[in-house]
């Protein structure tokens, strides 16, 4: 069964420290997509990032960036010089592609992880 | 703003009644997802609809039904309301299905009492 483990649940920082929030995931798709998304005091989910099963590439965007390695089925997110108003619940999520394999592939809709609490204090 | 629009933000209501939720997916978006996020049990896709039709379908209970209508925007119909059922209810869109990025809409916040 496909499954994503944020095992952080809270972290505290404190402004222009840099964070790491990890995100482990099982899947038996050969083709899969990793994303991770913010969700702010105010509730509404807002898309961070889009990544495919076949690029390992690291990525950064501004402070942010993200490190992911199929070898440890890891699709980790770095906030570098961490600000207040970063302060989100983070969630990592697995898409997968395998459509029609009767082993409860997700066919395409996401399988989140329980989220990573960030506070970034003053 | 994801272009994504949910009504209504809030909604409270009391056991046994019906509500239903509505959402218009982003210009272009062919696929509309609904999820459920509530303390115990996080965010959980609920059913897909691609172009009309019902694509996939995940933890929804059979008091809960979806459709889409021709314009694109979808439904999402709860009934004979339990206080476990409060919870805020997402909707997202993506240009066709399992390949792309789904954006959410910012949510009904659903408080039965």
């Known amino acids: 069964a496909q499954k994503v483990t944020q095992a952080q649940t809270e972290i505290s920082v404190v402004e222009k420290e840099d964070v790491t929030l990890d995100c482990v995931y099982e899947?038996?798709?050969?083709?899969?997509?990793l994303f991770w998304y913010k969700q702010p005091p105010s509730g509404e989910l807002v898309f961070l990032i889009r990544r495919n099963s076949f690029d390992e590439q690291n990525e950064i965007s501004g402070r942010y960036s993200w490190n992911f390695q199929k070898s440890t089925s890891s699709f980790n997110f770095t906030i570098t010089a961490s600000q207040v108003v970063d302060s989100a619940v983070y969630f990592c999520?697995?898409?997968?592609?395998?459509?029609?394999?009767?082993?409860?592939?997700?066919?395409?809709?996401?399988?989140f992880g329980k989220g990573t609490k960030l506070s970034v204090k003053p | 703003d994801s272009g994504v629009t949910q009504t209504p933000k809030h909604l409270i209501t009391a056991t046994g009644q019906r509500v239903t939720l509505r959402c218009s997916p982003r210009?272009?978006?062919?696929?509309v997802y609904w999820y459920q996020q509530s303390l115990d049990q996080g965010l959980q896709f609920l059913i897909q609809?691609?172009?009309?039709?019902?694509?996939a379908k995940g933890n929804i209970l059979e008091r809960f039904s979806a459709q889409q209508f021709p314009d694109l925007h979808s439904e999402l119909n709860l009934s004979s309301l339990e206080l476990g059922d409060s919870a805020l209810y997402f909707c997202?869109?993506?240009?066709?299905?399992?390949?792309?990025?789904?954006?959410f809409g910012p949510g009904t916040r659903l408080t039965v009492l």
């Open positions: 899947t038996r798709d050969t083709t899969y997509y």
């Open positions: 210009s272009g978006d062919l696929s």
């Open positions: 997202a869109s993506s240009v066709a299905t399992e390949t792309d990025t789904q954006y």
């Open positions: 609809y691609y172009n009309g039709e019902e694509r």
């Open positions: 999520a697995l898409s997968g592609t395998n459509l029609g394999m009767n082993y409860g592939g997700s066919q395409g809709n996401l399988i």
